[in-house]
């Protein structure tokens, strides 16, 4: 039995019926709903080197609750298939994840409503075609296997994928923030259950770090939650808004070194200069007004009234002799 795809259909008990009229709002029967059971994820080392901790599954599990089904993480709300009613961890006898831990697995049930459009998903479903399945969630923390740190603010330099002391590194998420959806592909990114990942990012805890890593993915869609991308926007504003102010402060500083320049040395082509200085970094600019600086403080300190000529004749004062 291969993990992280849908089981197979069966004939609801009456707890399954119970829990589903939390999700509707008529009384179905058997025949009206369809009802499979699947595997969404499993705590073994996927495609990315992620994998999430056993927690993390216990934590999921109860966020997957009511969660829709869609397709191919599609956000239209006219591609929502299904919904989840039930979850449950389970451990898998006589099976280890790929660092040697006990095997468990996120179970799940849902249903959809036997109906034209459902009908060829439906058989899809029976003949096997469509079965793997990826879940779309958000996780808190990172944690370095190698080091045990957290990869979003203790500075962890190692890298998944590669290997130190002989042991391949990788990242284990847990502290489950949310979970988004769950849909029907046809490569999700465990190598069974298949998960596209994203990160929690509030405001004052993390960086840009985790957003980054999330957009780089290889994965042709890439899932954000409404919170994630109002805190890209506000971080584009901020630079954006950041960048204006560096500007300006770089043209008056330009301006500032050029008629330094010509006070300093007045037989140098200004708009030569000029030329010269709007393509200098602004830490350069800062280096030419600070010599500027130094060399029209030299020039312009006054000498001392009271200094004594250098070739005056030393006196004598014979007018004082007696």
């Excluded at 869609?70 to 280890?96: C, G, Y």
């Excluded at 296997?145 to 990788?170: A, D, E, L, P, W």
């Amino acid at each position: 039995m291969k993990d992280g795809y849908i089981e197979k259909g069966y004939t609801p008990l009456q707890d399954d019926f119970d829990k589903i009229r939390q999700f509707t709002r008529k009384e179905f029967t058997a025949d009206e709903l369809y009802i499979f059971s699947l595997i969404l994820c499993n705590n073994d080392i996927d495609r990315d080197y992620e994998k999430f901790s056993v927690s993390a599954l216990n934590e999921l599990a109860k966020l997957f609750i009511g969660k829709t089904g869609i397709r191919d993480h599609s956000m239209k709300a006219a591609d929502q298939t299904a919904r989840i009613f039930d979850t449950w961890v389970e451990k898998l006898p006589n099976r280890k994840t790929a660092d040697g831990e006990d095997f468990y697995v996120l179970r799940a049930k849902a249903y959809m409503v036997r109906s034209e459009e459902n009908k060829s998903l439906i058989t899809e479903i029976e003949a096997g075609i469509k079965k793997e399945v990826s879940v779309s969630c958000s996780m808190a923390l990172s944690t370095c296997s190698v080091c045990g740190k957290s990869r979003k603010n203790s500075g962890c330099s190692h890298i998944n994928g590669r290997k130190y002391g002989g042991k391949t590194c990788f990242s284990i998420l847990s502290n489950a923030a949310d979970a988004y959806e769950w849909s029907f592909v046809a490569v999700p990114a465990q190598r069974e259950a298949g998960v596209t990942k994203s990160f929690n990012i509030e405001k004052g805890d993390s960086d840009m770090t985790d957003i980054k890593k999330c957009l780089s993915t290889e994965d042709e869609q890439i899932v954000l939650s409404n919170k994630q991308a109002k805190e890209i926007c506000s971080y584009i504003e901020e630079r954006e808004e950041l960048a204006a102010l560096g500007e300006e402060y770089k043209k008056s500083l330009i301006k500032e070194l050029v008629s330094l320049c010509a006070k300093t040395v007045p037989q140098m082509d200004l708009k030569v200069f000029g030329g010269v200085a709007a393509v200098m970094t602004t830490k350069e600019l800062l280096s030419f007004k600070n010599a500027f600086e130094k060399q029209q403080a030299v020039k312009n300190m006054p000498a001392p009234q009271l200094s004594v000529a250098q070739n005056k004749p030393k006196d004598n004062f014979n007018e004082f002799r007696i």
